[in-house]
């Protein structure tokens, strides 16, 4: 008994993760989450090119003249 506590008391962050991920996945909230991760990256990677239009055109015209 006293192992099986030990267990849960080292490894209880990854058994509520993993209890959470289940939970979302059947839930169906895992769709949303995964849409709403993809919208901020867009996001972040529409920033950054704006931030930076030199830098990034000089990229894409080397990696496209190497194509």
Partial sequence: MDDFKKFIMEYRGAIIGAIVA???YLTGLHKLI??????????????????????????????????
């Avoid at 849409?35 to 030199?54: A, H, P, S, T």
């Fill in 22 to 24: 289940l939970l979302l």
């Fill in 34 to 67: 995964l849409g709403i991760v993809l919208v901020l990256i867009g996001i972040y990677v529409g920033n950054y090119v704006q931030r930076n239009k030199e830098f990034v055109k000089e990229k894409l015209k080397k990696f496209i003249d190497r194509m």
